[in-house]
């Protein structure tokens, strides 16, 4: 009974299996698989392993008042113009000086709302108080803030 049935008789397969031997030996000379004397101490390596990703691709997941955070004082500004109506804003040197009574947790939440809406329709539109909810809201929401006072 033949081993394989895709040959017609066993002399056809005898044949095949001389002629890939023939071919197997001829492209051995010019493998890179084998070095060129079989004692050689360098070791051949024949599979590969990626690298491990990196460290930044990792998912972190900060604690939201934690770490420095600042903004600038034209960011400050165009809040303030959002948030409170009326005409008496606060100049770019009087922002600088108000910010540091806000906490960072605060001051995220100021460029968040800021960054609503484009410089131009700030300083163009009437107010709304849409934004003025939203800053209240968050002030309800976001509890105490814990400050530390070394004396």
């Known amino acids: 009974r033949p ?25 051995a000379q010019s493998s890179a698989r084998q070095p060129p004397h079989e004692t050689s101490e360098i070791p051949l390596v024949t599979y590969y392993t990626p690298r491990l990703l990196p460290q930044y691709r990792d998912a972190r997941h900060p604690d939201d008042g934690s770490g420095e955070f600042s903004i600038s004082p ?18 770019l040197a009087q922002a600088a000086v108000r910010m540091k009574y806000h906490s960072h ?7 968040r709302i800021a ?17 003025s909810k939203l800053w209240k809201r968050w002030l309800d929401s976001k509890g105490p803030d814990i400050v530390v006072v070394f004396e």
């Open 3 to 27: 081993r394989c049935r895709t040959f017609p008789t066993l002399e056809a397969e005898a044949k095949y299996w001389s002629i890939a031997a023939r071919y197997r030996r001829h492209l």
């Open 74 to 91: 034209k960011t400050f500004c165009k809040w303030h113009r959002m948030v409170f109506r009326g005409s008496h804003h606060p100049t």
């Open 105 to 111: 947790r605060d001051l995220r939440e100021m460029q």
């Open 115 to 131: 960054r609503l809406l484009p410089d131009e329709p700030v300083l163009r539109r009437p107010w709304s108080p849409k934004y």
